[in-house]
């Protein structure tokens, strides 16, 4: 179990910002490919549609736009950035996706890499870039979430292709000598569990000379035990997100807002319920974008700031969880 320790420096929120693609894939839309309906999808998933990337669209045009709206917000110039982390399991190069949304934002400063860790990404970044603000190494960091699913989707899988699409979501944080908003985490990883949501290689045998062979690398298409993936969410999200609540002298009662990864609204209702917070507390957007992986959590939190639900210095807890199996918790004050 990882948690935080005493720091030099506090974090605090300056910015957020998210892009989701232009292309809508509907319920009805799926139910033309499968034997489904609105109302089956609606029913298990609380999904509607999702967003689709064209061949236009790539994780390092969907992050640098989330993390250009977050860099406005905070009003940041590009060159005071200093790290710059992608949380992502497609990216657009294998070596690293970051990089190029460094250059492509002009952050000519600042260091980039990619963090991969799936539904569980975006927070296991947040966390990662906040020990680097607060240990004094860097002053400001872009935390980016962003995930193409669609392209390795099943499209004929009923039990998966109704729940991924793609997007965004973008936070600037910043170190701060006085203020603190960041109040702790805890991150969790069970291996033995991992086999229940993959996306593997399966690459071709081929032979380099003689007998020398190698595994030509190529990914299969998201495989996933949904039923375990559901009694695994609903049952370790509550626990980690209460235990960091005990743990810093907080109770469920004095959270405004109860951030989790959108990955399906009966986890949403079930995890809320269990942790005794009401459901106009529980944000949701999966209604309309399914579950966008590392970019649920940014994309559902800058929609929120922007249409003025979640206001300033309201208290967050957030979780992502999913492949690995991972899961974790954090809780913050936004601003």
Same mark, same amino acid.
């Given at each position: 179990?990882?948690?935080?320790?005493?720091?030099?420096?506090?974090?605090?929120?300056?910015g957020s910002g998210s892009y989701i693609p232009k292309q809508i894939l509907t319920n009805e839309d799926l139910s033309r490919i499968v034997d489904t309906s609105d109302k089956w999808i609606k029913t298990r998933t609380g999904i509607s549609k999702r967003r689709i990337s064209s061949i236009h669209e790539s994780v390092?045009?969907?992050?640098?736009?989330?993390?250009?709206?977050?860099?406005?917000?905070?009003n940041w110039s590009p060159d005071t950035i200093d790290l710059i982390l992608l949380a992502t399991s497609t990216p657009n190069d294998l070596f690293g996706s970051a990089p190029r949304i460094q250059s492509?934002?002009?952050?000519?400063?600042?260091?980039?890499?990619?963090?991969?860790?799936?539904?569980?990404? $975006?927070?296991?970044? =947040? @966390?990662? /870039? %906040?020990?680097? &603000?607060?240990?004094?190494? $860097?002053?400001?960091? =872009? @935390?980016? /979430? %962003?995930?193409? &699913?669609?392209?390795?989707?099943?499209?004929?899988?009923?039990?998966?292709?109704?729940?991924?699409?793609?997007?965004?979501?973008?936070?600037?944080?910043?170190?701060?000598?006085?203020?603190?908003?960041?109040?702790?985490?805890?991150?969790?990883?069970?291996?033995?569990?991992?086999g229940f949501l993959n996306l593997?290689?399966?690459?071709?045998?081929?032979?380099?000379?003689?007998?020398?062979?190698?595994?030509?690398?190529?990914?299969?298409?998201?495989?996933?035990?949904?039923?375990e993936v559901y009694k695994f969410a609903v049952r370790e999200v509550p626990i980690v997100i209460d235990n960091l609540l005990k743990q810093l002298n907080y109770n469920s009662s004095e959270v405004d807002w109860l951030l989790l990864h959108q990955a399906n609204q009966r986890i949403l209702d079930a995890v809320g319920e269990r942790l005794n917070i009401p459901k106009e507390k529980v944000l949701s957007n999966l209604n309309n974008y399914g579950n966008t992986s590392a970019g649920t959590i940014p994309l559902m939190l800058d929609e929120s700031i922007r249409n003025?639900?979640?206001?300033?210095?309201?208290?967050?807890?957030?979780?992502g969880f999913g492949a690995g199996l991972s899961w974790g918790a954090a809780l913050f004050r936004w601003g």
């Open positions: 179990m990882g948690e935080t320790n005493l720091s030099q420096f506090g974090i605090t929120f300056k390092c045009q969907m992050g640098y736009e989330a993390a250009l709206r977050a860099m406005e917000m905070a492509k934002l002009g952050a000519k400063n600042a260091t980039a890499f990619d963090l991969t860790a799936a539904c569980s990404g $975006f927070l296991f970044s =947040l @966390i990662t /870039g %906040a020990q680097y &603000l607060q240990n004094g190494s $860097f002053k400001r960091a =872009l @935390i980016i /979430g %962003a995930d193409q &699913l669609s392209s390795y989707v099943n499209w004929l899988d009923r039990g998966s292709c109704i729940l991924f699409g793609d997007g965004a979501g973008a936070l600037a944080i910043e170190a701060s000598d006085d203020i603190n908003n960041f109040y702790g985490f805890q991150m969790k990883t069970d291996g033995e569990r991992g593997s290689v399966c690459g071709s045998e081929e032979e380099i000379i003689d007998d020398i062979k190698v595994n030509k690398g190529k990914f299969s298409n998201i495989t996933m035990n949904g039923q003025k639900k979640v206001k300033q210095n309201d208290l967050i807890a957030t979780s």
